[in-house]
């Protein structure tokens, strides 16, 4: 079984960043080529796509809400991946999860992806 572990959420004014970090371990984990993403969901809203990478990290692909805002990045240790997170707004505000697909591809669908995180609360304020 493959464990998430998320990191760095936290209260920010809008322009402000933060950034995210997720770990991954355990279980065949290390046996695909994994794909590792960002999904978020605000209160009363559908969990939504934010970012993914494939195993290499050559390929990224980010929603349209947040390109060239957010970087998505694995760690030299593949088994990390970073959300860098620029000039936020308050309707970035939500839960962000972290998320494991076994890959190759990259997809932006939630119900692709086999493992997640418990999720770390992103607050923007105005």
């Known amino acids: 079984q493959v464990q998430l572990v998320e990191s760095g959420g936290g209260l920010v004014q809008a322009g402000g960043s933060l950034r995210l970090s997720c770990a991954a371990s355990g279980g065949t984990f290390n046996n695909y080529n994994y794909v590792m993403g960002w999904f978020r969901q605000a209160p009363g809203k559908e969990r939504e796509f934010v970012a993914a990478?494939?195993?290499?990290?050559?390929?990224?692909v980010y929603a349209d809400a947040v390109k060239g805002r957010f970087t998505i990045s694995r760690a030299n240790v593949k088994n990390m991946v970073n959300l860098q997170m620029n000039s936020l707004k308050p309707e970035d505000t939500a839960v962000y999860y972290c998320?494991?697909?076994?890959?190759?591809?990259?997809?932006?669908?939630?119900?692709?992806?086999?493992?997640w995180g418990q999720g770390t609360q992103v607050t923007v304020s105005s």
């Open positions: 998320a494991v697909d076994r890959g190759p591809a990259v997809f932006r669908a939630p119900g692709q992806y086999d493992y």
């Open positions: 990478t494939d195993w290499s990290g050559g390929t990224n």
